[in-house]
């Protein structure tokens, strides 16, 4: 029998994690692991967990309190996990697909393995996990979905992968494969191993992202929507959160579960009535154009787009997203009024403002926290810098009240804005302080899907193939 070092109580043989750092045991339900969970756990697996006040120091010996060298644990969180897949109408032949999994919060610092749990997305519908899909070492992402929250989710779902598997452009998140289990939908898609640029404002860059590493995301941008409208498709939700980085310099728009398209029954429609399926919070209403909101008979088309990338603009060179702070109707109004946001620098920076209105305008305390020093460094920083005109120009006719005004993806692209880029230009280089991606070993809700997938059979009759 042993102690659990958190509660201090008898720990039963049969119930206990072993940290294989400091050797300590552990009451499951101690360390957030329910007994469904803990009975899906291999042996192996909770012999080699690490407690999370452990993770930066050396696995103990049995017989000594002197830290060694550690050893690296069999079948740890690095076990393979194999997938196997029937292929066929007879369903005998299999084919195996071995992927890698380690769960982590994204953000974590430290010496920690290169496999991730990204944060819950789509209003907590999904958890992105990494993986290396080991037959041509490629790092892929893997969005399981719960399926069963709801039918209009599970539509919304279908309309991602259907609108992705049609889609193809260098620019566009692709779409490699997904599979059914049980009620769980497992969708699978290149690793773009920055982040979204939500992510890198939020934690590196909260007065802005410089003014050439914005040039480069907007160009890309630019380019994924270019091919969208010629596809007839009209996004609907263009915003930092949806562009995704990577390492080698790819700048990827994600984000098409709101995506439209103009092609209705076979016959292409001048305009759109309906409005993009809601956020879990409705967060998405801060990018969308005034005659979206609007709900008349005039409509919308792809311009509306063009007017979220002038929010895009200013949310990537402010740090901080436009609207955030005012509440819905006052930003409804103000939208179709015309009132439009700004970048901020020495030329457009209004007369200097108490604290409390700082904050409220332009919405810095987020990422920041709410002390004055915060905002005043963010006044500072606005206050002294200064972006070019071309800048401002590209943001104000994109920005335009009537979306008459507003140039297509096509003229933007040709701006000059974008002259200022060169061949040689490489954004990771520009946004330096910005890291991949770590991980954390010890999530345990990857390794319950480790040793789920290495059991899982897939049927072709269940894949999602429409």
Same mark, same amino acid.
């Given at each position: 029998?042993?102690?659990?070092?958190?509660?201090?109580?008898?720990?039963?043989?049969?119930?206990?994690?072993?940290?294989?750092?400091?050797?300590?045991?552990? &009451?499951?339900?101690?360390?957030?692991?329910?007994?469904?969970?803990?009975?899906?756990?291999?042996?192996?697996?909770?012999?080699?967990?690490?407690?999370?006040?452990?993770?930066?120091?050396?696995?103990?010996?049995?017989?000594?309190?002197t830290?060694?060298?550690?050893?690296?644990?069999?079948?740890?969180?690095?076990?393979?996990?194999? +997938?196997?897949?029937?292929?066929?109408?007879?369903?005998?032949?299999?084919?195996?697909?071995?992927?890698?999994?380690?769960?982590?919060?994204?953000?974590?610092?430290?010496?920690?393995?290169? %496999? @991730?749990?990204?944060?819950?997305?789509?209003?907590?519908?999904?958890?992105?996990?990494?993986?290396?899909?080991?037959?041509?070492?490629?790092?892929?992402?893997?969005?399981r979905?719960?399926?069963?929250?709801?039918?209009?989710?599970?539509?919304?779902?279908?309309?991602?992968?259907?609108?992705?598997?049609?889609?193809?452009?260098?620019?566009?998140?692709?779409?490699?494969?997904?599979?059914? &289990?049980?009620? *769980?939908?497992?969708?699978?898609?290149?690793?773009?191993?920055l982040?979204?640029c939500?992510?890198?404002?939020?934690?590196?860059?909260?007065?802005?992202?410089?003014?050439?590493?914005?040039?480069?995301?907007?160009?890309?941008?630019?380019?994924?929507?270019?091919?969208?409208?010629?596809?007839?498709?009209?996004?609907?939700?263009?915003?930092?959160?949806?562009?995704?980085?990577?390492?080698?310099?790819?700048?990827?728009?994600?984000?098409?579960?709101?995506?439209?398209?103009?092609?209705?029954?076979? %016959?292409?429609?001048?305009?759109? &009535?309906?409005?993009?399926?809601? !956020? &879990?919070?409705?967060?998405?209403?801060?990018?969308?154009?005034?005659?979206?909101?609007?709900?008349?008979l005039?409509?919308?088309?792809?311009?509306?787009?063009?007017?979220?990338?002038? @929010?895009?603009?200013?949310? =990537?060179?402010?740090?901080? @997203?436009?609207?955030? *702070?005012?509440?819905?109707?006052?930003?409804?109004?103000?939208?179709?009024?015309?009132?439009?946001?700004q =970048?901020?620098?020495?030329?457009?920076?209004?007369?200097?403002?108490?604290?409390?209105e700082?904050?409220?305008?332009?919405?810095?305390?987020?990422? +920041?926290?709410?002390s004055? !020093?915060? +905002?005043?460094?963010?006044?500072?920083?606005y206050?002294?810098?200064?972006?070019?005109?071309?800048?401002?120009?590209?943001? *104000?006719?994109?920005?335009?009240?009537?979306?008459?005004?507003?140039?297509?993806?096509?003229?933007?692209?040709?701006?000059?804005?974008?002259?200022?880029? %060169?061949?040689?230009?490489?954004?990771?280089?520009?946004?330096?302080?910005?890291?991949?991606?770590?991980?954390?070993?010890?999530?345990?809700?990857?390794?319950?899907?480790?040793?789920? =997938?290495?059991?899982?059979?897939?049927?072709?009759?269940?894949?999602?193939?429409?």
């Amino acid at each position: 029998m042993h102690q659990c070092a958190a509660c201090h109580s008898t720990v039963d043989d049969y119930d206990f994690l072993e940290c294989y750092t400091c050797l300590c045991f552990y &009451h499951g339900q101690c360390v957030g692991v329910s007994p469904t969970e803990f009975e899906r756990l291999s042996s192996d697996t909770k012999m080699s967990w690490i407690y999370p006040e452990c993770r930066s120091k050396k696995p103990r010996s049995d017989n000594s309190n002197t830290l060694v060298r550690p050893s690296t644990p069999t079948n740890s969180a690095h076990a393979d996990a194999n +997938v196997t897949s029937r292929r066929g109408k007879q369903g005998t032949s299999k084919q195996a697909a071995i992927v890698t999994f380690v769960a982590a919060q994204s953000g974590c610092s430290g010496s920690c393995v290169s %496999r @991730v749990e990204l944060p819950e997305c789509c209003g907590g519908v999904a958890v992105v996990y990494s993986a290396l899909y080991k037959p041509n070492n490629q790092n892929v992402a893997i969005k399981r979905y719960f399926v069963d929250e709801s039918k209009e989710k599970a539509n919304l779902i279908q309309q991602d992968i259907l609108t992705r598997k049609e889609l193809q452009h260098p620019n566009i998140l692709s779409y490699l494969t997904s599979f059914v &289990h049980g009620r *769980e939908l497992y969708v699978v898609s290149p690793l773009m191993n920055l982040g979204s640029c939500r992510d890198i404002l939020d934690r590196y860059f909260q007065e802005g992202l410089p003014e050439l590493a914005c040039a480069i995301i907007l160009k890309d941008v630019l380019l994924a929507l270019q091919y969208l409208h010629k596809q007839l498709f009209v996004h609907r939700s263009v915003r930092a959160s949806h562009v995704l980085l990577d390492t080698n310099g790819s700048v990827k728009l994600s984000g098409l579960r709101s995506a439209a398209s103009m092609m209705v029954r076979g %016959r292409r429609q001048r305009q759109l &009535h309906n409005l993009p399926p809601p !956020d &879990h919070d409705n967060a998405n209403l801060m990018w969308l154009s005034p005659e979206l909101l609007e709900q008349n008979l005039k409509g919308y088309d792809e311009r509306s787009d063009i007017y979220s990338l002038g @929010v895009l603009c200013c949310e =990537l060179a402010n740090g901080a @997203v436009p609207f955030a *702070e005012v509440p819905t109707t006052l930003m409804f109004t103000e939208k179709v009024r015309g009132s439009r946001p700004q =970048l901020l620098d020495c030329s457009s920076f209004p007369e200097p403002l108490d604290d409390g209105e700082m904050k409220s305008m332009y919405n810095t305390d987020s990422g +920041v926290g709410d002390s004055a !020093d915060g +905002v005043s460094r963010l006044r500072q920083v606005y206050a002294n810098r200064k972006l070019s005109d071309t800048f401002h120009h590209i943001s *104000e006719m994109a920005l335009q009240r009537d979306p008459e005004r507003r140039p297509s993806a096509t003229q933007l692209l040709n701006h000059a804005f974008f002259k200022q880029i %060169r061949k040689t230009d490489f954004l990771p280089s520009l946004i330096g302080r910005v890291k991949p991606i770590k991980a954390d070993p010890s999530d345990m809700s990857a390794l319950l899907l480790q040793e789920k =997938l290495s059991e899982m059979e897939i049927e072709k009759q269940t894949e999602w193939d429409f």
